[in-house]
């Protein structure tokens, strides 16, 4: 099993309604498709202002190109989209909608101020180490 957390922007994408009102959805890969499997845990991070980790998801359906969006209702800009890149399935197993794990708090930490996503947040997705996802399952899970 693999560790991996899943960027999104709320100038794209309406993140926390999607995550209060879905139980599963679509999430662009755009680096390691060909490690990422299902049955790995991820953890959803929204960027900007609030940045933080805000749900904690398994991958339901490998990596795949989709012709449509099944979320299209989310996106501010569909044409962001990037249909051309494949996208696995995230099932949420804890939304942290109303206690999110925000950047300011990680970067106190010992073990979290080290996640890829602070130090270099320009991309998608970004591995997780087991330690880290430990790390925030005994604060979140």
Known sequence: ?????FQGNPKYYRILQAIEEQEELPWLVTRYGKEIQVGDRALV?????????????????PPEIQTELPDKQYW??????????????????????????RRHELKQDQILRDLL??????STNFRVTEEQWQRVYSLKG
């Open 1 to 5: 099993m693999a560790y991996w957390l």
């Open 45 to 61: 991070w929204m960027a900007g202002p609030e940045a933080g980790i805000y749900a904690i998801a398994e991958v339901t359906k």
């Open 76 to 101: 501010l800009m569909p044409d962001q989209a990037k249909l051309d890149k494949p996208r696995v399935e995230l099932r949420f197993l804890r939304k942290l909608l109303g206690q999110p794990l």
């Open 117 to 122: 996503v602070i130090r270099a947040p320009n």
